[in-house]
């Protein structure tokens, strides 16, 4: 077997997944493990996504606090398997993304892959996404790559797409090259709403957002942002996409709504960008496949079926493919494309110049 760790926190900000996955053919999901973020260090990580005072050092420290809690981690994980060090080739190691701004020529995520390769002894890989930036590419989606890897069909038009905090679709079209692209908020809007007016960290089930009310004015107002518009290669996150951008939104639209109707317009906003960037670049799409936190979401995923009614629309667990794991697993296995020298990239998906091998390599 070829046993790599994949290290994904998202940007949800609930906590790490590790995911130890066998390389040596189809990838296999063997074990995984879920790491909690500490409050303390997760509003830290929260409060990095914008400029503050002391920021590079207070930047250093949380990325060695978070591969400190990854190390722990991994090692309860290799315990659980009666495995060791020796046993797993690298750790492909995301890190927790700071700032993504391509379009400035940079993509910043923190994890110390220095201090996590000493602490585990076993070599790791990290800094995905600056040779694709390097490149003139976006540095995102990565997993794209992946997904065409575990579900490319010879007959049957599939997309996937990842809901964590933000949405991206993965286009697998029998014969052509793999597209895809951030569509939009996944649930980073939702947790950052239901979390103010309800002091909870998510939506579970979409439950609060299932007893409310669409408001389609307001739906449409948000929809009309410039984001929605644009065609892949895009990408976006919490620079673009925050609390402050919803609420300059319901300071234009006027009307006082309540919380709970803003909550479902949020997940039909999540449901919406998705599913109309899905018919305008997939027109012919039959099957949509979801990962993420947001397949757990009972409400959203009734709206994406409402949304696409000529496409089914299930999680990744139809195919065997658990849905909370893809994302860590896809590290692993860009992990071994760098070790192996393969691309890792897709210009059609992020608009780089060309393939180019991503990641950079911490040896143990």
């Not at 900000?13 to 996955?21: H, P, S, V, W």
């Not at 879920?34 to 990580?45: G, T």
């Not at 991206?168 to 939702?190: R, Y």
Request: proline share 5%; glycine share 10%; aromatic share 6%.
């Amino acid at each position: 077997m070829a046993l790599y760790l994949g290290v994904m926190s998202g940007t949800s900000l609930d906590g790490i997944d590790i995911a130890l996955t066998d390389l040596s053919g189809q990838p296999q999901l063997l074990a995984h493990y879920f790491s909690p973020l500490p409050e303390a260090l997760r509003s830290e990580l929260l409060a990095l996504c914008q400029s503050g005072p002391d920021e590079l050092a207070r930047q250093a420290m949380a990325g060695n606090a978070w591969a400190e809690r990854v190390a722990t981690g991994i090692k309860q994980l290799l315990t659980e398997q009666n495995l060791t060090a020796a046993d797993i080739c690298a750790i492909g190691s995301h890190g927790q993304t700071v700032r993504h701004e391509p379009a400035r020529g940079f993509s910043v995520q923190i994890g110390a892959p220095a201090l996590l390769a000493e602490l585990t002894g076993i070599s790791v890989v990290a800094d995905f996404r600056s040779r694709d930036i390097a490149a003139g590419g976006q540095g995102a989606p990565l997993v794209p790559a992946f997904h065409q890897q575990l579900f490319a069909d010879d007959i049957e038009v599939r997309a996937l797409v990842n809901i964590g905090g933000f949405s991206n679709l993965t286009l697998l079209t029998p014969g052509a090259a793999v597209q895809g692209f951030d569509c939009g908020p996944g649930n980073a809007l939702m947790d950052a709403w239901i979390r103010l007016h309800r002091g909870q960290d998510y939506d579970a089930d979409g439950t609060w957002a299932a007893s409310g009310h669409v408001n389609h004015t307001l739906l449409t107002q948000l929809l009309e942002d410039p984001f929605f518009a644009q065609r892949g290669p895009k990408s976006t996150g919490r620079e673009y996409f925050h609390p402050a951008w919803l609420q300059a939104q319901l300071k234009r639209f006027g009307e006082k709504l309540e919380a709970v109707d803003i909550q479902a317009t949020l997940c039909a906003l999540t449901a919406h960008c998705i599913s109309q960037a899905l018919l305008a670049q997939q027109p012919q799409c039959q099957r949509l496949l979801v990962c993420g936190g947001g397949a757990h979401n009972r409400q959203l995923m009734a709206l994406l079926q409402q949304a696409l009614p000529a496409i089914s629309v299930d999680t990744t667990q139809a195919l065997g493919a658990d849905p909370d794991w893809l994302e860590a697993m896809a590290f692993a296995w860009l992990a071994k494309c760098c070790v192996d020298g393969t691309p890792g990239n897709r210009p059609a998906v992020t608009g780089a110049r060309g393939l180019r091998v991503l990641g950079a390599i911490y040896p143990a």
